[in-house]
């Protein structure tokens, strides 16, 4: 059946609603007679909490309740962390503070009041009484022996010590002909999704239900974990996730406030909501990145990689959140790039310090380890004077190399790196562009063309690798009146999924796009699911969309078949249904038979109507009409048309790119301006051009923010400097070049759709470009390497 | 203390009594349950809020309701015309893919019809400059920037 | 988010606005366009117990000319500056200097008498009142009174309005800015904020020679308060313009200040960029008089 929707820029069919302003976010469910949550958090990064003295503020105008650590932490259950690593050191983690807090905006007590203003006004009525301890803030120091210890009782500020690799590393490099180190940052970063976080929370009493709003990833494992915090069985726990606005990794976890939302309504039996304020975000919501490390990288004189060794700080914070200790072992993953090195080797210490829980942050764990290897080939290329394209070319394993294997211990599934980077380099016109930068240079102008060739793994994946599943579950129903109806379990949040897994179910059932709804973010309604991150809601949860269908297809044919009273071989699926295939049907009766125009089913104003068929042809409207009615049905054929298919991946995905960036930096002041940003990426089959060039750019946006504005800082006594958006620069509009794509398509065996997944392939591949282009603009003033965010005035000091 | 307001939203009149603390945005959406006007930030950095007051984008998030007496306001929901046809701009951020989770939509809508009205026929450096009010972390603004070119060859 | 209590009043006139003033003193707050004062009291920073809105006052928000001075209302927004046809011929400093301020939806509920009033050592104002020597009418319980600019930033967020004395006008001399003009305002905007880490405000008048007859200067965000570049000034009187003297002149931008420190940029940073911008502004200025 020819495709009319998949591979078309297809307008979203979320957008009518989200352009009128008529979605609903968090904020934008009203029940009756809701109560409003405030909290009262740590002004201190470390300190001990002598008391909490709540009782001006339990008596003041509209407040209904005050709850503590004392009141709350004994009778919820940890904030969860699902990463299991070898002695790993877990804190015991409460919703509540009790004895001590351990970051700035630790939450303290939670005030309850009849409007958001009472509540926010009773905050400042409860008094607590700290007795300051000395805050532990540089990862590094942190992890080094002596106190003060954040979590007394490990003796230290180690939270786990991992190695991981392959290949004999010390002999690897030994034996090359260059060993080059360097100390590499990345720095923590805030994920800002512009919709903080929020939560509603209602229980009903007589029912004994309690239904969760809550913005975020991952509904399903959200209330699995809910159910076991609160204490409540999980099928009189509904988590519904609407609209949300942003994620990027910060809501794939399972925060306190969300238990500590369902317990206060549990209590109460009211309703009851917490919007989290941007100031809280910064403060509260995980941050991402945040590791300190020292990379050697050897290398033959000609260029090829001998191995490579990664010893990194990765600061955890104070607390684990969901996946917080897993975070860096992705980093040991990936040290490999797009690359062939014989020995790898990582070695993570994972450091408690004051701060808010560093987690999965767009790429988590993979931008990291790929702005290590991308600065680390371009330390190569400046070392032994190579271009830093020849350098990579030389280390490139070639398409039939692929299934890839790493000396990570990974299969890369199928890549064409030299396709993309010849693409790129094309598209850039390279050679010339090296020619305007001598040109530029002996005009004393100062410019840089950075390269960076990135792989990624996507499709999160199979499940023997993920702590808590890694598979898709999608249902495809086709409804009596033949509209058809998909229940994914990956909760989109701006990626659009509504409408390219529809535009998936169209193609294979040969209906109009219009016909197609998705479902997803409710407990209640879709079966069990794992939630859009790790660029997998496509690539996982859209072959389940996919395999559905065609068992939903077989079961249809079979119905078909027996409709049209023909031998299932001898009935074909197509645009109009299905049809007795012509050559058989002639044969059949002897004569020529017409091809009739066929109308389409119609949904019925009144009942409904009986399946209709010609005995030549009955439309998959007519067989689900049929498969409703039952009246009718092969003998032992269960009625109804509905597939459930748990799609478990047997495979990550591997998708890559090249990104060009030339930069020109002015020589009085350090600004770095952008000259050209070209990128070429290779997400395998696209389903929807558009909505893939949108997760391009935005995704090198956020990369881009890391390389030159963004950076949480944290001040000696663990106070959040950059605290709100006045202080934490994220990109705007007007900081951004015009970025000019285009793809190469190598398709994956990993899932028959031969998608890949491009979530976070532009925050991957972005972050080292942009730096490689300023450092090679630099290059002439005798730099190396240079540290994120790249400040202007840090370049203007290098030049002068 | 609660003040009286009245003010035309949409086109509608409305009368509250209000605390003069009320900050518009907050009346807009709790009070009158206009909802298509967000929050992102609570310094006046991100444009969320963005609604139109007496024909001007504003941040409803740095006014008091009050302050919007006797006043003409435009939110979101009533940005589309007569019988739902939708703004150019609108239109515009549809085909061109110009939103992903919505939530800077409504008021990145209202200041790029703002800067249409303003600038005709803006270049990219112009549209780029004239959404510095408005913060949006999916996109990369790059087809909100063509979701303005549309609108404004449409407008 | 969420502000605390207040009362709030909206006077019809400003001598009712006076009044009010200085009975709650230092419990009030004048609400111009609020862009500065509505942020500051979501974050609990800043908590009047009285709001008193000018923004109710008739005649406070207006541009024209009179007395050979043009003459702006307190309550005039930044866009009505950034837009007025006639400013941009006959002082373009104050448009260029408008258009500079936060973003589109600030500079639409924004005044010039809130911001020169509230004195923020980064905000974009200071710079072009210092360099225009404005005059800013100040009404108090005991009348008007005109206050220069040289005299009006006092110290950070510290101007020289007595408590009870509300900003009602700022008045630039047009004589001053009469001959061949040359007036500009260059910035580095804190990526987050937009506010600025160095704002310069250059406002050059040349003879037919291109002699500088005069010359004022005006840099904010680079200390505690907004100040005039004296010796820049010093060094333009009297002399043809070539980049060379500019450049020369312009090392003197930041002489003797004791500049702000932050994330952005440290205090040597700042005294670096502001010598950069005034070379900048003054060649983009006086190329503006030729």
Known sequence: MAKKFVGQSIKRTEDPRLIKGLGHYVDDIKLPETLHVAFVRSMYAHARVKEVDVSEAINAPGVVAVYTGADASALIGPVPCASALPDLKVPDHRVLATDKVYFVGHPIAAVVATNAYAARDAVDLIMVDYEELTPVVDVEEAAAEGGPFIHEKFGDNIAYKLTAGEGDIDAALAGADHVIKQRIVNQRLAPIAMEPRGVLARYLPGEEELTIWSSTQIPHLLRTQLALMIGMPENKLRVITPEVGGGFGSKLNVYAEEALLGWISMRLAKPVKWIETRRENMQATIHGRGQVGYLEIGCMNDGTLAGLRYNVFADLGAYYQLLTPAIPTLTGLMLSGCYKIPAIQINVTGVFTNKVATDAYRGAGRPEATYVVERALDLVAQELSMDVVEVRRKNFPAPEEFPFHTATGLFYDSGNYEGALKKALEMSDYAKLREEQAKARAEGRIVGIGVSTYVEICALGPSQAMPAGGWESATVRIEPTGKVTIMTGASPHGQGQETSFAQIAADELGVDIKDVTVIHGDTSIVQYGIGTFGSRATAVGGTAVFIAIQKLKEKAHKIASHLLQADATNVAFGESGFSLQKAKAAVASGVEVPEPDLPVGQAPAGALPEPETDGKHVTLQDVALAAHLAKDLPPDMEPGLSVTYFFEPKNFTFPFGTHIAVVEIDRETGDIKFQRYVAVDDCGKVINPMLVDGQIQGGIVQALGQALYEEVVYDEQGQLVTGTLMDYAIPKAAMLPHFELARTETPTDVNPLGVKGVGEAGTIGATPCIVNAVVDALAPFGVRHLDMPLKPETIWKLIH | MKMSLSMTVNGVAREHEVEPRLLLVHYLREVLNLTGTHVGCDTSTCGACTVRLDGQAVKSCTMFAIQADGSEVKTIEGFAGEGGQLHPVQEGFWECHGLQCGYCTPGMIIAAAQLIERTPQPTEAQIRHGLEGNLCRCTGYQHIVEAVQYAAKKS | ?290
């Open chain 3, 1 to 290: 988010m969420i502000p605390a209590q207040f009362d709030y009043v909206a006077p019809a006139t400003i001598d009712e606005a006076v009044s009010l003033l200085s009975q709650h003193q230092d419990e009030a707050k004048i609400l111009a366009g609020g862009h500065s004062l509505i942020p500051a009291m979501k974050l609990r920073l800043a908590q009047p117990q009285l709001l008193i809105d000018i923004g109710r006052i008739k005649d406070l928000s207006y541009i024209n000319e009179q007395d050979g001075q043009i003459r702006i209302g307190a309550m005039t927004t930044h866009y009505q500056l950034e837009s007025n046809e006639r400013l941009r011929a006959i002082c373009p400093l104050l448009p260029e200097c408008a258009a500079h301020i936060g973003d589109v939806q600030v500079r639409n509920k924004g005044t010039i008498g809130g911001s020169v009033a509230h004195a923020d050592p980064a905000g974009d104002w200071p710079a072009a009142i210092l360099a225009l020597d404005a005059e800013m009418v100040a009404v108090g319980q005991q009348g008007e009174r005109v206050i220069k600019a040289a005299d009006f930033f006092v110290d950070m967020l510290t101007t020289a309005l007595a408590p009870g004395e509300i900003l009602r006008e700022i008045r630039i001399n047009a004589q001053d800015v009469g001959g061949r003009l040359g007036q500009s305002y260059m910035k580095v905007a804190q990526p987050a904020s937009g506010f600025a880490v160095v704002g310069v405000a250059v406002n050059l008048a040349l003879d037919a020679g291109g002699v500088c007859q005069s010359s004022r200067i005006g840099i904010t965000g680079v200390a505690v308060k907004a100040y005039r570049a004296s010796g820049v000034e010093n060094a333009l009187k009297g002399r043809v313009l070539d980049s060379q003297i500019i450049a020369a002149a312009a090392e003197h931008a930041a002489d003797a200040v004791d500049a702000n420190e932050d994330l952005y940029a440290s205090a040597d940073y700042r005294r670096h960029l502001a010598r950069v911008y005034t070379r900048r502004a003054i060649e983009a200025a006086s190329s503006r008089a030729h």
